[in-house]
């Protein structure tokens, strides 16, 4: 990160002592799984480390290898599924479905479940 070996560590935990973050290695993970709506991205066996704010983490994640694995079915959040379900008067399995055949175009799902 910044100069030669341990001294630069040493820097860099004082500009983050100073920022009020504290960093630790998540130890024995097994796993890292990263989702998106369409795949998934498995890391196994990644050096974990977390650096901590007062308001939040930060996860940094060294992966040697990942696996990537497309979705059978796409994931929609429960706003888009609400809102197809509301448009187009229909109930939440419906419009799933319907989302799933418009790739997630929200108006494309709403124009199959009202145009016959």
Same mark, same amino acid.
């Given at each position: ?20 973050m ?25 050096a @974990? ?5 007062? *308001?939040? #983490?930060?996860?940094?994640?060294? $992966?040697?290898?990942? =696996? &990537?694995?497309?979705?059978e @079915? ?5 706003? *888009?599924? #609400?809102?197809?379900?509301?448009? $187009?008067?229909?109930? =939440? &399995? ?10 997630? *175009? ?9 145009t016959?």
């Open positions: 990160m910044m100069g030669g070996g341990r001294g630069g560590n040493r820097q860099m935990r004082r500009m983050m002592d100073k920022m009020g504290d960093m630790e290695e998540v130890n024995n993970v097994q796993e890292v799984i990263i989702k998106t709506d369409k795949k998934e991205i498995i890391i196994s066996k990644p @974990v480390t977390e650096m901590k704010t007062k *308001d939040s #983490s930060i996860f940094q994640v060294v $992966a040697d290898s990942i =696996e &990537e694995k497309e979705l @079915v796409q994931i929609f959040s429960d706003e *888009d599924i #609400s809102l197809v379900s509301q448009q $187009a008067n229909v109930d =939440e &399995e419906a419009a799933k479905n319907a989302l799933a055949e418009a790739e997630g *175009d929200l108006a494309r799902a709403i124009l199959l479940l009202t016959n």
